[in-house]
């Protein structure tokens, strides 16, 4: 019944910027956390930064002063600013909504790749 609509991803060289934005299809009152992961080919999925319902972030050790999560809860919006980009942080990035308390909500968005190389 919910889509989140990632955009923002692309090709840029390192100590570039780039913005990613997520988007969900209606407003969703029983979530109470927005998140971005990453997935490198090889690697695990990771959790790189999170916002709860009451604006308290937190972000992965290796993004921590590179990114900043934010919302727009008019616009059913998580942005991700990502900043002073590595190559290491090369991935398919997916935003996700969920509820902390209830696993009945979990939603996922299709991923957007975000590559970073000279």
């Known amino acids: 019944q919910v889509q989140l609509v990632e955009s923002g991803g692309g090709l840029v060289q390192p100590g570039g910027s780039l913005s990613l934005s997520c988007a969900a299809s209606?407003?969703?009152?029983?979530?109470?956390?927005m998140g971005w992961y990453r997935q490198a080919p090889g690697k695990q999925r990771e959790l790189v930064a999170g916002?709860?319902?009451?604006?308290?972030?937190n972000y992965a050790h290796s993004v921590k002063g590179r990114f900043t999560i934010s919302t727009d809860n008019a616009k059913n919006t998580v942005y991700l600013q990502m900043n002073s980009l590595k190559p290491e942080d090369t991935a398919v990035y997916y935003c996700?909504?969920?509820?902390?308390?209830?696993?009945?909500?979990?939603?996922w968005g299709q991923g957007t790749q975000v590559t970073v190389s000279s």
């Open positions: 916002i709860t319902s009451g604006g308290i972030t």
């Open positions: 996700n909504a969920k509820n902390g308390i209830s696993s009945l909500y979990d939603y």
């Open positions: 209606r407003s969703i009152f029983s979530i109470n956390f």
